[in-house]
């Protein structure tokens, strides 16, 4: 394997591995539930708040991650692309809550975050009409991981924990799944939908420029 290309699948399975345990295990129930406690499922102002902030930050750092991931391979994606998950991500999840509850809150947003990908990307993939599909059915395989896995843990072992230990508990036995899904789910998918030709170009780009400074 080309080694650009094993480094941004090493860097997309190390970013995907780290950012959803981080920001949606651990730092999205501190902040939605460490400052404004448990909530029914009618949230108080405050804690509609906070949880609204809590997803803003998790979905901003996965972009922020697959930006830099991308530019390894030479494919610059700037900040303004982070605008439609802050949109979308949160406004589904609100929608799949209020709707049809848990776990569709969790199911709809990884849905947008999968749409959203499937297009912005689709100009950097060798086959974009099935990277379509593909981006797709890899985030909703995502969620059914963490959804059968952390929400089947709180009914057996976590349900009956106090406080914030419950809350993340739970979303870390979410997230981990669907990060592993995320990591290596698309890890093969990137590794056959990257262009090699891409990365001869980029690679023969670099030793040209190194030779020029040299």
């Not at 780290?18 to 949230?43: M, N, S």
Request: glycine share 6%; with cysteine.
């Amino acid at each position: 394997m080309d080694a650009t290309k094993s480094m941004f699948l090493k860097k997309w399975v190390s970013g995907s591995l780290f950012v959803y345990p981080a920001f949606l295990g651990i730092l999205h129930p501190l902040i939605a539930h460490g400052f404004t406690g448990d909530h029914d499922k009618i949230l108080t102002t405050s804690q509609f708040i906070m949880h609204s902030i809590s997803i803003f930050i998790f979905v901003f750092a996965t972009v922020v991650t697959r930006n830099k991931t991308f530019e390894v391979v030479g494919k610059k994606k700037t900040l303004s692309d982070t605008w439609p998950f802050l949109f979308f991500a949160p406004w589904v999840f609100w929608l799949g809550y209020y709707t049809l509850f848990v776990p569709f809150d969790i199911l709809f947003m990884f849905l947008s975050i999968g749409i959203i990908n499937a297009i912005q990307l689709r100009p950097f993939i060798k086959s974009p009409t099935k990277w379509i599909w593909q981006c797709i059915l890899g985030y909703l395989l995502a969620a059914f991981a963490g959804i059968l896995i952390g929400l089947g843990a709180y009914l057996r072992y976590y349900k009956n924990f106090q406080g914030i230990s419950r809350d993340l508990a739970t979303w870390t036995s979410i997230s981990i799944p669907a990060a592993i899904v995320v990591a290596y789910y698309f890890r093969y998918i990137l590794s056959t939908q990257i262009p090699d030709e891409e990365l001869q170009d980029m690679a023969s780009e670099n030793k040209l420029q190194l030779s020029q400074v040299a």
